[in-house]
């Protein structure tokens, strides 16, 4: 079963007609059920280009669901458990028939059936094995689903493998969030109900402050019982290529496997206990550092 999202009170988010956009691509013979939204016009990926998006988030937040979305197809193992179904076996790697992207599935950080530290080197085997780095990051969070625990654990995970010079490429995908999909405003109202939450606030400095860098999305599975399934995952769909489609691979150097290896750590030392690991000294996350200083 995949990702279960409350049904709209609203009409579903109105997609421009088909002379104003453009489709992506070429969508696969003897796709699932799942891609009956891609028919619908939606903006177009180069063909050729392979933008490689790595997906992360905690389990139960919807990344494969998400993979499936932007794919047009059912290709990712998805479901609404805590449990993750994302697994070493698992397909974890997609590219469109006409190399327009490749997209990576990874496991959820909070699989209960994985150390993290196996759950770390997963993501980065998965990371590494995209020859051409990758371009862009999408961090899925749950909207009913938004915890401290959670936040802290994709910072941890971002500040660890990830430098400063990738964070241009990175982006946060909300799911099951079909109200502030439809209204961009109420998106940016529901960003700044978050800001009261300190954690929240540094993620949100992560992406530059920059609401634009939040992705909206309701995205039923194609076999629930829920309304206007095929109008609903079409709209997510569209916001989501309208980003990838206008991110830029020349503006913004990919993150590559030789930074896997040597991820930045040029923060000060934090002056307290790691948020993470619980160890008292040798922490070099700027989240705790910050934590710490606001305790003082």
């Known amino acids: 079963m995949g990702v279960q999202c409350s049904a709209p009170t609203h009409a579903p988010a109105r997609l421009p007609s088909g002379e104003d956009c453009i489709h992506i691509g070429e969508d696969e013979a003897g796709s699932s059920k799942a891609s009956s939204s891609s028919a619908a016009v939606h903006p177009q990926l180069p063909p050729g280009k392979r933008l490689s998006v790595l997906m992360i988030g905690l389990t139960g937040a919807g990344k494969s669901s998400l993979g499936n979305c932007i794919a047009g197809r059912r290709v990712f193992e998805a479901s609404d458990s805590l449990a993750s179904v994302t697994n070493p076996d698992s397909v974890v790697r997609y590219e469109s028939a006409d190399e327009s992207i490749v997209l990576l599935d990874t496991i959820g950080l909070s699989d209960s059936d994985m150390d993290q530290d196996e759950v770390i080197h997963s993501i980065r085997t998965v990371a590494g094995s995209c020859s051409g780095g990758v371009d862009v990051l999408l961090l899925v969070l749950r909207s009913s689903r938004l915890t401290d625990d959670g ?40 960003i700044d109900r978050q800001l009261d939450n300190w954690r929240f606030q540094y993620l949100y400095k992560l992406v530059g402050s920059d609401p634009k860098r939040f992705i909206f999305v309701d995205n039923p599975d194609a076999d629930s019982s829920e309304p206007n399934v095929a109008a609903r995952q079409a709209a997510s769909r569209h916001a989501l290529l309208d980003v990838l489609a206008s991110h830029s691979k020349k ?10 290896k040597a991820p930045q750590r040029d923060e000060a030392p934090a002056a307290g206990t790691c948020l993470f690991s619980g160890q008292a000294d040798g922490c070099k996350h700027a989240m705790c550092a910050e934590f710490h200083e606001k305790e003082r």
């Open 251 to 260: 503006g913004i150097a990919p993150w590559t496997e030789s930074k896997i």
């Open 151 to 190: 936040i802290s654990k994709l910072i941890s995970l971002t500040e660890h493998l990830w430098g400063g010079d990738f964070l241009p490429n990175l982006y946060v995908v909300v799911t099951c969030a079909s109200r502030y999909l439809a209204s961009r405003d109420e998106g940016k109202a529901w």
